[in-house]
């Protein structure tokens, strides 16, 4: 007697025919899309494929042009947040929606607090807190300020948030990008928790190891349309086909071999020694040269971001020197750094590399604005040229050159952040988590793009946590522990195991596992 399958699983959403057009860009053309009680089903796609306006779609952030959207099977008309909620569609996205000021509890039941005699009944709002903590594996009490939590912390009360309002799809946008190996098993966990009890869950994430950990199906949007439908644990080659149209051969396309032999006997363009900051990174000294990418890895706190900064003029140190070219650079003088040929991509694109309400063509003339002026005036003819050289050369995708950055997609963002160094010819470009947030294909051309710059005398220093990218674009590895440069590695040297021991302080390769590798800063 064989055992009957089981029922297949309860269909909690469709999405039929969505179109949604901007002004000169077509977003969504037609995407069907389905979730099921109790499953994972990742969106998959490229920058600019349209992912985030269809789940923006689903929240009520947009309304589509054409197409609907079913719950549990019927029709369903979500124009805004509310009709989300009431439908127990919760969406938790890349930029939380928190108060930071504000404590756990009052984050979580913003605008619908308890109320007893018409006052907050702060007990019963504190208590329901706890209770939906627990579910999510917080321990800080309900009255912690949010501001105190990292960003783990974070994600998990937008989490217990979704939960509170009875959630029974929830969509997340990028939820890992910024966590830690550890922070995002803990993620997962919750999650599969999620999962078990029927929630169904709507997962984006440009990390395709993921995919088969945490994933039941898979949908890919190409251009804004649906190109196929596959299980979680379709190959990865498969699933970037699907995505980019065509096979990437080459994921690192780097002969660091090569780039290594050139560079031997060049003077250094970068030169620091001895930098210190108290209590931040201490007796900090290495060399980048022409034609060269030098990475930096380290764990999570260990003073990457903190050191390029201080280099760069950001932040102020306590001692040492840093030269460009042989000049001595002063402390703490961006305009100095940019002067002398430095330039910085900053980990927090929106926050620190772009004005996101200006168009393409102002982020990418910010840096050569004052050199550029004339008597006093911009010349906005000679920025426009030269603004469509340079998002054309980077490929960038967009309605033209006047359209608002914080419309472009995270990947086309990130080239607008790059090509506004470009236009400045800066000789030293210090990437800080150049491919955070951004899809493979995207990946790829920045990686072509550091080619080109190391190739025409460019030197390039890149921090990153994504350990693979290290590895795969560096010619030599700069390792971080606890604010010092814990070794450096050649290329030939370089492996997981031996970055690893040194960012943890093992005495040899091989004694700790990846899985506490950061994913994040």
Do not use: C
């Amino acid at each position: 007697m064989t055992t009957p399958d089981p029922p297949p699983a309860r269909e909690l959403l469709r999405t039929e025919g969505i179109r949604k057009t901007f002004p000169g860009v077509v977003a969504l053309d037609g995407v069907d899309f389905d979730l099921r009680e109790g499953e994972v089903h990742v969106l998959l796609g490229e920058n600019g494929a349209g992912k985030s306006t269809l789940i923006k779609v689903l929240s009520g952030t947009y309304r589509a042009d054409a197409g609907r959207v079913l719950r549990g099977g019927r029709p369903v008309r979500i124009s805004g947040a509310e009709d989300a909620e009431k439908h127990g569609i919760a969406t938790i996205h890349q930029e939380f929606n928190l108060v930071p000021q504000l404590s756990i509890a009052e984050n979580i039941f913003l605008g619908r607090q308890p109320r007893r005699l018409g006052l907050v009944d702060r007990k019963k709002m504190e208590d329901d807190a706890a209770v939906l903590l627990g579910r999510v594996g917080i321990s800080a009490p309900p009255r912690t300020p949010v501001s105190q939590l990292g960003i783990a912390g974070r994600q998990m009360v937008e989490i217990a948030k979704a939960l509170s309002l009875k959630t029974r799809v929830l969509i997340m946008d990028e939820p890992t990008a910024v966590l830690t190996s550890e922070e995002v098993n803990r993620l997962f966990a919750i999650v599969r928790k999620l999962r078990s009890e029927g929630v169904g869950i709507v997962l984006i994430t440009h990390h395709l190891e993921e995919i088969p950990a945490i994933g039941d199906r898979v949908t890919v949007l190409r251009d804004g349309r649906s190109v196929g439908q596959v299980p979680a644990t379709t190959p990865q080659d498969e699933m970037v086909k699907l995505m980019v149209g065509r096979s990437i051969e080459q994921q690192y396309p780097r002969d660091t071999g090569k780039a290594s032999a050139a560079v031997k006997g060049r003077q250094p363009l970068l030169r620091v020694t001895g930098l210190r900051k108290s209590g931040v990174f201490h007796d900090i000294g290495f060399e980048v040269r022409a034609g060269e990418v030098v990475g930096v890895a380290g764990l999570v706190g260990a003073g990457r971001t903190e050191v390029v900064r201080a280099v760069f003029g950001a932040d102020h140190y306590d001692a040492g020197r840093v030269e460009v070219g042989g000049k001595k650079l002063p402390g703490g003088d961006v305009w100095a750094a940019h002067a002398a040929g430095l330039g910085l991509v900053p980990e927090d694109r929106k926050g620190q590399g772009l004005l996101p309400d200006a168009s393409v063509s102002d982020n990418l003339g910010l840096v050569t604005l004052r050199e550029t002026s004339k008597g006093g005036f911009v010349d906005r003819g000679g920025q426009r040229k030269e603004a469509t050289r340079i998002a054309e050369r980077l490929g960038v995708r967009m309605a033209g050159i006047d359209q608002h950055v914080r419309t472009l997609s995270g990947g086309n963002q990130q080239k607008v952040v790059i090509g506004k160094w470009l236009l400045a010819n800066s000789r030293v470009l210090i990437l800080d988590e150049p491919t955070r947030g951004v899809d493979v294909g995207a990946k790829v051309e920045i990686y072509q793009l550091i080619n080109e710059l190391t190739a025409s005398g460019h030197a390039v220093l890149m921090i990153s946590s994504d350990l693979p990218e290290v590895l795969g674009m560096s010619d030599r590895i700069l390792v971080m522990s606890q604010g010092r440069i814990a070794g450096e590695l050649t290329a030939q040297e370089a492996s997981q195991d031996a970055v690893m021991a040194l960012a943890v302080g093992s005495a040899t390769p091989g004694t700790t596992e990846m899985e506490d590798s950061p994913r994040g800063h």
